[in-house]
Antibody, heavy 119, light 110 residues
C-alpha cells in the first residue's frame, strides 16, 4: 500500500534552518510528482511547493520562494524540503503528498510533521 | 485570503444533503480540474473528489462533485455524524503556476 512518512520537524528559532524528509513506499516513487503542503495551527491548508517526477520542474508559493528548496533523491525514494531563514509564520504541520503530475490532484498524503518556529 | 473562496461553515441534519461551494477565476477553476479533500479532526487530508467529479476507490457515492465555469460544488447526501470534517477545494492556477486551495469549510452534522 502507498505510504508517505514525513520526518525532520522540530523547534527552531527565527532565522534558523530545518530540513524535512518524506519517505515514499508501496509505489514507483520516481513516476510521481510530489508536493509539500502546510497547515498552521487552527488554519487551513497552504500549498508550499511541488517537484516533478524527474526533478526537472519545481514550483513554489510566493511565501517561501527564495527561502525553501524542494528536492528528491530517486535512489532513496525520498522527498526533501530545505527550509532556511525560518519565520514564526512558517509554524505548522507539514505534509508531503503524491501527485500524478505537477498540476493534477494530491491522491495520497503523509501524516505530517510539526515545525515550530519560536524564540 | 485564499485564492479560492469557500463558505466557512455549513450544517445539516443527519440523513440530509449539503453542498459546499468553491469560487475561483478563469486562471484556476475555469481552466483546470478541481479536487476536493476531507480532513477529519486531528488527521491528514484525504482525497475525496478529483477531476471535478471522479471518486477514488473507496469513497462512497454519497459524495459528488461538479464544476461550472469558475465555480465548483461538493455534494454530500445521506449525512452521517462521521462526515463532520473540514472540506477543501483545490486546483492548479495556470497564471501563477501554483496549487491553490480554498479556505476550507467546516461541516457540522446537527
Amino acid at each position: 500500500q502507498v505510504q508517505l512518512v514525513e520526518s525532520g520537524g522540530g523547534v527552531v528559532q527565527p532565522g534558523g534552518s530545518l530540513r524535512l524528509s518524506c519517505a515514499g513506499s508501496g509505489f514507483p516513487f520516481n513516476n510521481y510528482a510530489m508536493h509539500w503542503v502546510r497547515q498552521a495551527p487552527g488554519k487551513g491548508l497552504e500549498w508550499v511547493a511541488v517537484i516533478s517526477y524527474d526533478g526537472g520542474n519545481k514550483y513554489y508559493a510566493d511565501s517561501v520562494k527564495g527561502r525553501f528548496t524542494i528536492s528528491r533523491d530517486p535512489s532513496k525514494n525520498t522527498l526533501s524540503l530545505q527550509m532556511n531563514s525560518l519565520r514564526t509564520e512558517d509554524t505548522g504541520v507539514y505534509y508531503c503528498a503524491r501527485d500524478v503530475v505537477v498540476s493534477s490532484y494530491l491522491d495520497y498524503w503523509g501524516q505530517g510533521t510539526l515545525v515550530t518556529v519560536s524564540s | 485570503q485564499s485564492v479560492l473562496t469557500q463558505p466557512p461553515s455549513v450544517s445539516a441534519a443527519p440523513g440530509q444533503k449539503v453542498t459546499v461551494s468553491c469560487f475561483g477565476s478563469s486562471s484556476n477553476i475555469g481552466n483546470n480540474f478541481v479536487s476536493w479533500y476531507q480532513q477529519l479532526p486531528g488527521t491528514a487530508p484525504k482525497l475525496l473528489i478529483y477531476d471535478n467529479n471522479k471518486r477514488p476507490s473507496g469513497i462512497p457515492d454519497r459524495f459528488s462533485g461538479s464544476k461550472s465555469g469558475t465555480s465548483a460544488t461538493l455534494g454530500i447526501t445521506g449525512l452521517q455524524t462521521g462526515d463532520e470534517a473540514d472540506y477543501y477545494c483545490g486546483t492548479w492556477d495556470s497564471s501563477l503556476s501554483v496549487v491553490v486551495f480554498g479556505g476550507g469549510t467546516k461541516l457540522t452534522v446537527l
